[in-house]
């Protein structure tokens, strides 16, 4: 689409081209260059239908754009939407005949976008481009009646499902930097051929080093190549496994931009859209709902103006219904997945809460037919747990809590992963702690930290740990279930920042609210002492303020503790005032 629209200006750069091609073939002085004679008659006759070639658009070309150009008046107009034979018109001459055909247009218009909006120079055309978009997704909501191939599942693009499957199974380790142990952000490579985290690496030199980490290697040259292939695959990947990726050093999608259409075509044509899968929802047969829900789940998913004009068609209510679709796990799956991307809108959380949706979304957690719904609702309930009556609420749901503990014991990564948010989110509610505790959190949570090899599932354990252990119930419950070993082993190995913050948070909560006891135990750990400095020097800032007042902590026991006896629990010279 965007092609046809371009192409008085693809043609005049083929004419361009051609004529400095001619230019440079009538400079060139062949007589010279000893060339048999047919190579000279080849340039030659190069040159002359060069100079006589005329590059112009194709009839049916022009008869296109301008039928898209009147298209794009009447959404502009406000009125009735366009003919959809006259859009099935233009799609079936630029070759779109299928639901898949009109999504690779969409996401090539939506990538256009995204360059252009990042390039100054070339922010003239977001508005040309804007109102393809509108158009091509109101196209493909509209026209096309099923999104399924031969093997009933959604058609997300050729491979795309099997490639999504394929970065959830790849080993998140291989992209960590082997400086700061954390996923590369970033990733740049040095002249000994290894890649490194840009900040990491930076900091290194900055430090007066000259020597490639891994290797010892004197460098003579500190120069900085971008893996521009490891950072797109560490983006994927970060994506298919829902891992944020939240860090300056990489142009992360700016979904502010998202909050208007970008064009008066847009937004109309967003709006007949949403008004035409809210009536689908409302009256259309099983098949035709679970495609409203599927299209509603893709529009949602990264723009906020799109979520907008849904909350506003009503879709709601009607996506609420079709979670008790108990024979239809796809469209289960859709329909959660919508609201999981709708609830991400200011309005939409009051709108699922007032039509009964909470119950609807819990029993989602234990009783839905997939694996992704359940994963679809813990994340649901993350999101409504930001507003604070509502974390009250889901925590008086009977089984909400207990529901999410159970989904930690049992599910993949990734439902793990929600499950702990969800809780944590939950816990801000301070009458959530005892039903937490009281569903056997403790002991599961534990258990991952031992169990576990994914550090965002640990450090999302960790968080939950601490927030309970902030309270004295939580504290003991944590302390009779024998953590402390196995935090301070945590703390004493190399973990990414955010893990090591939480675990000092965790040890200075309990040893606040666990009695003198844990701090006892702490002062006998011969590796803590080192490990709570370093996170003074190299800890978040968060975890600095924790270690440091975790220090004082240990200091004043040791102090009381040695004026009263004789016996040296540990070496003096081991306690260095911070501060």
């Not at 939407?81 to 996401?107: A, H, M, Q």
Request: charged letters at 25%.
């Amino acid at each position: 689409m965007w092609m046809l629209m371009e192409s008085d200006r693809v043609a005049n750069h083929f004419l361009v081209l051609v004529r400095e091609m001619a230019t440079a073939l009538e400079v060139l002085p062949l007589e010279v260059l000893d060339l048999p004679c047919e190579a000279v008659e080849v340039a030659e006759l190069a040159v002359r239908q060069a100079r006589q070639t005329k590059f112009e658009v194709a009839s049916g070309d022009q008869a296109a754009m301008a039928e898209v150009l009147t298209i794009l008046r009447r959404f502009e107009g406000g009125g009735d939407v366009p003919d959809r034979g006259e859009i099935k018109r233009v799609l079936d001459y630029i070759g779109v005949k299928k639901w898949s055909d009109c999504y690779r247009e969409v996401k090539f218009l939506d990538s256009e976008i995204e360059f252009h909006y990042s390039n100054k120079e070339m922010k003239r055309e977001l508005d040309a481009l804007s109102s393809l978009l509108g158009l091509m997704n109101y196209a493909r909501c509209v026209l096309f009646d099923s999104v399924y191939g031969k093997s009933n599942q959604p058609v997300d693009g050729e491979g795309e499902s099997r490639n999504h499957e394929l970065l959830r199974s790849l080993d998140g380790d291989s992209f960590r930097c082997p400086i700061s142990l954390e996923i590369m952000r970033d990733p740049v490579i040095i002249e000994t051929g290894h890649t490194y985290d840009r900040c990491s690496i930076l900091k290194w030199f900055r430090a007066g080093n000259a020597t490639c980490p891994n290797t010892g290697k004197k460098l003579s040259s500190t120069e900085l190549i971008p893996n521009v292939a490891l950072k797109q695959l560490i983006q994927q990947y970060c994506l298919a496994n829902g891992i944020p990726v939240a860090d300056s050093s990489r142009k992360i999608r700016d979904i502010t931009r998202t909050a208007a259409a970008g064009s008066l075509a847009a937004e109309s044509a967003m709006k007949a859209a949403a008004s035409f899968l809210a009536g689908k929802l409302l009256g259309g047969d099983c098949k035709g709902r679970n495609k409203s829900a599927y299209e509603i789940r893709l529009l949602s998913k990264t723009s906020i103006f799109n979520r907008s004009c849904l909350v506003e068609a009503g879709v709601i209510p009607s996506l609420l219904e079709l979670l008790s679709s108990e024979d239809d796990g796809t469209s289960q799956e859709n329909a959660i997945a919508a609201l999981l991307n709708l609830s991400k809108h200011s309005r939409s959380k009051a709108l699922i809460v007032e039509n009964g949706g909470l119950r609807s979304i819990v029993d989602i957690l234990k009783k839905g037919v997939k694996v992704e719904a359940r994963q679809h609702a813990a994340a649901t309930v993350f999101y409504l747990a930001s507003i604070e009556e509502y974390r009250k609420l889901i925590g008086e749901t009977t089984e909400a809590i207990s529901d999410l503990v159970e989904m930690v014991k049992e599910a993949n990564y990734r439902g793990k992963k929600n499950a702990l948010v969800a809780i944590y989110g939950l816990l801000m509610h301070p009458g959530n702690h005892w039903r937490v505790l009281a569903s056997g959190a403790v002991p599961l949570l534990l258990d991952v930290l031992i169990s576990s090899d994914r550090d965002e599932v640990v450090t999302d354990s960790l968080a939950v740990l601490a927030t309970l252990a902030e309270k004295s119930e939580g504290a003991q419950a944590i302390i009779r279930c024998g953590a402390l070993p196995q935090v301070v082993r945590i703390l004493a190995s190399t973990n990414p920042r955010a893990t090591m913050e939480h675990c000092v948070c965790l040890l200075l909560a309990l040893s606040i609210n666990g009695g003198e006891d844990v701090v006892a135990y702490l002062v006998r750990s011969p590796s803590l002492m080192g490990s709570l400095y370093s996170q003074l020097s190299e800890g978040t800032s968060r975890a600095s303020k924790k270690a440091g007042a975790l220090i004082r902590v240990l200091h004043e026991f040791y102090e009381r503790t040695s004026s009263t006896s004789k016996a040296t629990v540990l070496p003096r010279e081991q306690f260095v005032h911070a501060w």
